[in-house]
Nanobody, 123 residues
Framework: QLQLVESGGGLVQPGGSLRLSCAGSGNSLDYYAIGWFRQAPGKEREGVSC????????FYADSVKGRFTISRENGKNTVYLQMNSLKPEDTGVYFCGAKYFRPSYDPGEYDYWGQGTQVTVSS
């Protein structure tokens, strides 16, 4: 059974950076597409970025393109989300999810989830 644990959230000023980690255990993340999602209070969970399992292809929501970078470190069974030039609207709980086959922005397609990590962008 795959388990995911997110870390790296915190409070940061606008324009700052954070790196989120999604660490896997119980199985190799190589077998899965991994997605990063965020959820602001009162809003639905939205896809931010995802990465393919087989080819490592990466995808970004328009709202984060050019500012966020998703990557894998297979030796550590971890997927990262580097977030630069953060804005107040990036605030939310960030979750990573894992699914089989192709990556997707639809949270309903994901089979495994972490507990989330809070990101707050505020001055």
């Amino acid at each position: 059974q795959l388990q995911l644990v997110e870390s790296g959230g915190g409070l940061v000023q606008p324009g700052g950076s954070l790196r989120l980690s999604c660490a896997g255990s119980g199985n190799s993340l190589d077998y899965y597409a991994i997605g990063w999602f965020r959820q602001a209070p009162g809003k639905e969970r939205e896809g931010v970025s995802c990465i393919g399992g087989s080819d490592g292809s990466t995808f970004y929501a328009d709202s984060v393109k050019g500012r966020f970078t998703i990557s894998r470190e297979n030796g550590k069974n971890t997927v990262y989300l580097q977030m630069n030039s953060l804005k107040p609207e990036d605030t939310g709980v960030y979750f990573c999810g894992a699914k089989y086959f192709r990556p997707s922005y639809d949270p309903g397609e994901y089979d495994y989830w972490g507990q989330g990590t809070q990101v707050t962008v505020s001055s």
